[in-house]
Every structure is written in C-alpha cells, then in structure tokens.
C-alpha cells in the first residue's frame, strides 16, 4: 500500500483539515463510517479499557452528532492494519484508537480537555502514542487545519501509570493533583469518585521534549519567625495552605544552616522556612545561599498567624511575590 507522507495531511495546495498522517498511522475527525469499526474495536477492548474508561459502543454515535469546532473526536487509523493481525488472519478492524478534545473554553483560555482509549490488537505498540502527538498538534495548529488552542489538558487517576508515562512521553507536564475528580467504577464495577493528576501543554511549550520538568520559576516560599508549639502549628498552616514543604530550622540543629538552605534550594515548588525569632540577620544569607530574593520572600512572625483568616491572607501574599 503507498503510505501518505507524514505531516498535515493534503499537502499545501490541498489542506485537508483536521487531518494529519505519521509513519505508521493517520488521525481523522469521526464520521459515519468509524461506527461499526468502532463496534468492533470496542468488543475486543472492553475488558481492559473498563478499569479506566467504560466505554460503549453508543458512545461514538453520540460524539458524532455533537462535533463542532468545539467539540472534536478525533480516530487513530492505522495505515497498515494487517501488521498486528495474527499470523494468517484478517484485522476486523483498523482502529488504533479514539481521542477526544471537548471541554473547549473560548475567549480567553483558548483550552480543551483531551480523553481518549487505545483499542486492540494495536493498543502497547506505539501506534496510539504516535497518533496522539499528531492530535495535539491538530489541537494547537490554527484553524481551520486545527482547532486553534492555546492550553490542552489531560487527567489521569495515579494508577493508571501508562496513560501517565504516555503524556509523558508527548512532553505533558504535571499540574496538579484533584481529589474526588471523576465517577468511575473500579474493576468490580463499584463506582466511587475517582482522585486524579492533571497534566497539560500549552502552545510555546509545543513541540514538547519527551519527559521535559516543569518549566523553573520562583516558588513561593515564606518564613515563619517564631519558637515553640504555637509557632510549629502557625507554619504548618502556612504550608499546608500553600501545599509545600515545612522546614524546621531545630530539626537541622546547631549549624545546620547549610544543609537547610541546600535543602531549601532543593524545593522546586517552594516552602515554607520556620526561624527562629531572634535570628534576624542570619535569615537573609540563608535565603542568598539557597538561591533566593528576599524581595520575593514572605516573612511574617507566628504569633501575627493566630487564624485561618490571617494564614491564608499569609500564604496569598507569598504566592503573589513569585510574578516575575
Ligand atoms: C493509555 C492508553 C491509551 C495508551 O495506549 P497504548 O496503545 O498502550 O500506548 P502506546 O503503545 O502507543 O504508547 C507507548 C507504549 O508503547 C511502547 N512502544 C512504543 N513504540 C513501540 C513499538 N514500536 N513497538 C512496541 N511497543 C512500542 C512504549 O514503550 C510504551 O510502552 P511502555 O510504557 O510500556 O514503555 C491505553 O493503555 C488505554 O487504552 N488504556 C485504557 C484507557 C485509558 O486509560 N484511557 C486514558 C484515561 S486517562
């Protein structure tokens, strides 16, 4: 069979939009004709895709009638389908698998959510990740050959680790974690809300490198001057309001300023420092050591962190000083 060049699909003269081809699979919005492969892809895949994502048969029909430059579903196709069949047989069908891209906010957050399923016998061979960087791509290329976002996200429960290696892979980066975030059954079929990890991209940040770190800024970090258990309970607020690290400076004990800054330097998403009152001076080296402005550093005394109200208004203020 003549394999399509790679790229956007149609060439310059003769844009097909929301297409796209790779080397070993082609990506195209649903249409009438994906249904009853559809069917099929899901009859074989059922078992392993229900852990994670139930899916049905209807699901694809529904998807259909309802697309829009706002809501995209987009089937991985593969170009050479009899690769994966059993020796001697037959594939029933072609599909790799299916993304969709709903969610779609306008305005000015340009952003969409993307899930999606990799269907047997193609899932586990690369075939779904290639396909899944030729989504991205449509989602972030500018209309009308794409969907025009700027910000694409994905939510993954944390066991579910080969979709998480999987947007990885593509460059995703963490952004967060949810509790309680989605109803979905377990193996047994008992439903419960799920907590999740959110991962996104946005358009600079793409093409992303493989497994590539959030992208370093200032963190917000704060000092809590203070002694004893009023003290301890104060800071501990504070990071549990900014959900970061508590660094004690008794627990490095006499001199262990070094270590503490070295420690400090070492929290990518910030923290907060307690220190005690009557080091006034010190507190400015440790923060030059770690790395840090102290114009962009907290400081508050404890006994000042006496309620929710003032911990909060606290934290806010930390977090403001990391805008560049
Ligand atoms: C998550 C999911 C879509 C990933 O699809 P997949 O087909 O397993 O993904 P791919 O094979 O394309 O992705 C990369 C994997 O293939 C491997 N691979 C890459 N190229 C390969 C090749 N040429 N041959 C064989 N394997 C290859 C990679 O090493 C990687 O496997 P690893 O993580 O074990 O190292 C699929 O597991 C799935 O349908 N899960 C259930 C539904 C689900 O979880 N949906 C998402 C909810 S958030």
Redesign the pocket.
Known sequence: MRVPEPGIAGGADRAVSLCAVGHRVRVAPVSAEDIAPYAKAIAS?RE??R???PVSASDLGWHLSRQSPDHRTFMIHALDPGACAEPGSEPEHAL??KVNVTNVVRGRAQSATI?????DP?????????G?RLVVGLAFARMPHGMGLHRVE????PG?T??T??LR?LGFRRRGAWPAYLLLPDASGVERWRDHVTYGLTLPEWPAEPFTLPIRRVPPVAVVRGQGAEAVLAARRVAAELAVPLLRTDAFGAGGDEALAAVLADCPDGAVVLWPAGRREEVSALLASAGLNPDQVAVAQAVHLDDVRAVARFAARAQALTVG
């Open positions: 895949s392993r895709l852990v994670w994502n790799v698998g899930g999606y399923d990799a269907y193609y899932a586990g061979r690369g075939l779904f990740a290639e899944l994905a939510s993954v429960q579910n080969r979709s290696v999987l892979s």
